[in-house]
């Protein structure tokens, strides 16, 4: 049987490239809760097929000072920022095909200084609203784990939704032409 690969966005327009392609995928919903529901569900229904492994494509505001708009980070660990116990550090899988990077994750749209500098106090370089919830659902699964972060945004006080609106389909077509060239497979 061929490895079946589920490709995952929280937002269609994160998507758009990929939906003009023709090329299969899930919108789960932007937030922790969305994506986990969405996830699990898929799964298990894709379960039957020979599922091997969950690929996420999307964005995430740059909070740590390397992070650059015009590159895609492979995410190496993600972190939860809003949740008031200690939660744990999980790891994601694959060998990296492009440059490393945290995720922070959290349902709220990080849009200020303050909360910037407490996800780079995390030791964050990016932040978004559902990693952490599909690398804890693959965990608990054990269904292999790729995330593919671009930067939409600084994630600072200059930041608002309408900006994220404005740049989100260019931001598509980034990690459209990325999977083209690193991730031709999911293309197929």
């Known amino acids: 049987m061929a490895e079946q690969t589920l490709l995952v966005f929280a937002h269609g327009d994160e998507a758009a490239a990929f939906a003009e392609a023709g090329v299969p995928h899930l919108i789960t919903g932007v937030g922790k809760i969305n994506a986990a529901l969405e996830l699990t569900h898929a799964i298990a229904a894709a379960r039957l097929g020979g599922l091997e492994r969950v690929v996420v494509l999307g964005t995430a505001g740059a909070v740590g000072g390397s992070a650059r708009l015009d590159s895609v980070y492979q995410i190496a660990a ?28 959290g349902d709220v749209f990080v849009q200020s200084d ?75």
């Open 78 to 105: 993600a972190v939860q920022h809003d949740f008031s116990l200690p939660s744990q550090r999980l790891e994601l899988a694959g060998d990296p095909i492009a440059e490393t990077a945290v995720i922070a994750t």
């Open 114 to 188: 303050e909360q910037r500098a407490a996800l780079a106090a995390l030791g964050a370089t990016l932040v978004d609203m559902e990693t952490y919830a599909y690398a804890s659902v693959c965990a608990r699964l054990g269904v292999p784990l790729q995330v593919f972060k671009t930067p939409s945004d600084f994630a600072d006080s200059s930041t608002t939704m309408d900006e994220w609106d404005g740049v989100v389909v260019s931001k598509s077509r980034q990690l459209f032409e990325f999977a083209e060239d690193r991730l031709p497979e999911l293309l197929a």
